[in-house]
């Protein structure tokens, strides 16, 4: 288990999905290592972790297309 509880980790992922930050995982990797590195600690996919949190992998990875980084 990660450091963080799972409640403290989603959220922190909703807290930046309503400041409209790119929730990709290279993105957070780069930007918020200890995040990344909690959420996978949790869960062994990234996307698994979105899901986990209530909000749509697919959309974030789309989201690059649309959104700068």
Same mark, same amino acid.
């Given at each position: 288990m990660?450091?963080?509880p799972k409640e403290? !980790?989603? @959220? @922190?992922l909703l807290r930046l999905d309503s400041l409209d930050i790119f929730l990709a995982p290279?993105?957070?990797a780069i930007n918020d290592p200890p995040l990344h590195h909690e959420a996978l600690m949790h869960f062994p996919h990234w996307g698994d972790t979105l899901k986990a949190a209530g909000l749509d992998y697919?959309? @974030? !990875?789309k989201a690059r !297309?649309?959104?700068p980084v």
């Open positions: 990660g450091y963080w403290s !980790l989603f @959220e @922190e290279d993105y957070i697919e959309s @974030e !990875l !297309l649309v959104r």
